[in-house]
C-alpha cells in the first residue's frame, strides 16, 4: 500500500465549491416566502369561537366565525376565544376523566375547600363554577390572567359567605342559599374588574365536616335524626287521635243539640195540644172534663191488668171472684 501524501495548505488554492446556479437560490428564497406569507395571513375561527387580532401587540380588530384573514410574518397575531363554549372550574377536587362514569382525582385540595363557618367550626366545602366570557376583549386585556384571578374570587367571595353561616346551615338547608348568593356576588366583582366574565351558576358538590371529626359529627347527625323520627312519630299519632277525639265531641255535640230540639219541639206541641184542650175545654167545661176523664182512665186501665169493680157499700161477695188464684194481681 502507497503510503499518503502530507497534508500541504498549499493544495488549499485548488480547492473550490461547486457552483449554484444563483436564480435557483432566489427562487427558492421567493418559495419559501411566499409559503411563509401564505401560510400566516389566513386563520379559522370555530363556530363558538371569536378570535381577536392584534397588530403590533396592539388591539385592532374582532374576527368572526370562518376563514380570515390578517397581515402576514407575525404583523398580526390572532387569540382565539371561546365565547359560545360554557366553561368550568372546580374546587377542592379535580375531574380526571369526565364521560358515563366521571372519575375524580384521589388528591384532596384542602387548601381550596377546608374553610371555617360562623360559629366556629370546620366544613370541607368542594363546588363548581359555571361561566362564559361575555367580552373577549376585557377578558384579554383588562386583567392579567382572567382566569386565576377569577378562580381567587371564587375562593374569596366562597369563603366569606360560608364564614357568615353556621355549620348545620352549610351542610343541610342552606346550600342552595349560599349557592345563590355567591353566584351573586361573582357577577358583581366580575362586572366590577372588568373582567369580561359572565357567571351562570355556582354548584355546591360535597359539604363534609373535615375527617377527623366526621365520626362524631356523624353521631350528632343520627341523633338529631332519631330526635326528628320520634317527633314525627309523635305528631302522627297526635294527627290519628285528636282529629278522632274533635270528630266524636262535634257528633255528641250535634246529636245533643238534635236532642234538645226535638224536646223543645215536642214541648212546644204538648204545649199546642194542651193550649187547644183548655180552649175547648173552656167551651163546655164539664163535657171536656168528662171526655179527659174517660181518655185517661182508659189508657190507666189498659196498664193494671186484671179489675174488680165495687160498692163501697156492698158486702159478702169477695168469695165468689175466687181472688187466692191471682194473689196479688187481683
Known amino acids: 500500500m502507497e503510503p499518503k501524501a502530507p497534508f500541504d495548505l498549499k493544495n488549499l488554492r485548488d480547492f473550490s465549491l461547486p457552483k449554484v446556479n444563483a436564480k435557483v437560490v432566489i427562487w427558492g428564497v421567493l418559495a419559501i416566502l411566499l409559503v411563509i406569507f401564505l401560510y400566516s395571513s389566513w386563520f379559522t375561527v370555530d363556530t ?45 377536587f379535580r375531574t380526571t376523566a369526565p364521560g358515563v362514569r366521571t372519575e375524580y382525582s384521589t388528591r384532596k385540595y384542602p387548601e381550596e375547600s377546608l374553610m371555617l363557618t360562623g360559629d366556629l367550626n370546620a366544613a370541607e366545602v368542594e363546588w363548581i363554577v359555571q361561566f362564559r366570557i361575555k367580552d373577549p376583549y376585557n377578558f384579554l386585556f383588562r386583567v392579567r390572567n382572567a382566569v386565576s384571578t377569577f378562580r381567587d374570587l371564587n375562593e374569596a367571595v366562597m ?4 364564614g357568615d353561616r ?42 363534609n365536616p373535615p375527617e377527623p371529626v366526621k365520626p362524631a359529627f356523624n353521631e350528632v347527625n343520627e341523633a338529631q335524626q332519631e330526635r326528628e323520627k320520634l317527633i314525627n312519630q309523635a305528631k302522627s299519632e297526635y294527627n290519628k287521635v285528636i282529629p278522632k277525639a274533635k270528630g266524636e265531641a262535634d257528633r255528641t255535640i250535634e246529636v245533643a243539640k238534635g236532642y ?7 214541648a212546644r206541641g204538648e204545649a199546642a195540644k ?57
Open 48 to 92: 363558538e369561537e371569536v378570535g381577536v387580532v392584534l397588530r403590533f401587540g396592539k388591539f385592532a380588530r374582532t374576527a368572526d366565525p370562518g376563514l380570515n384573514f390578517k397581515l402576514p410574518f407575525g404583523i398580526e397575531k390572532v387569540y382565539k376565544v371561546p365565547v359560545e363554549r360554557q366553561l368550568k372550574l372546580e374546587f377542592g
Open 159 to 162: 369563603r366569606e359567605v360560608v
Open 166 to 207: 353556621t355549620v348545620d346551615e352549610v351542610l343541610t338547608v342552606g346550600r342552595q342559599e349560599v349557592a345563590s348568593t355567591v353566584t351573586l356576588k361573582l357577577q358583581e366583582l366580575s362586572d366590577q374588574y372588568e373582567m369580561g366574565i359572565k357567571v351562570d351558576q355556582v354548584v355546591l358538590q360535597d359539604v
Open 260 to 266: 234538645a230540639l226535638e224536646r223543645v219541639n215536642n
Open 274 to 330: 194542651f193550649d187547644s184542650v183548655f180552649k175547648e175545654y173552656l167551651k163546655a167545661k164539664e163535657v171536656t172534663y168528662q171526655r179527659i176523664y174517660l181518655e185517661t182512665m182508659n189508657d190507666i186501665l189498659q196498664k193494671v191488668g186484671r179489675k174488680l169493680i165495687t160498692d163501697n157499700e156492698a158486702t159478702g161477695i169477695l168469695p165468689l171472684f175466687q181472688l187466692e188464684k191471682r194473689g196479688a194481681r187481683q
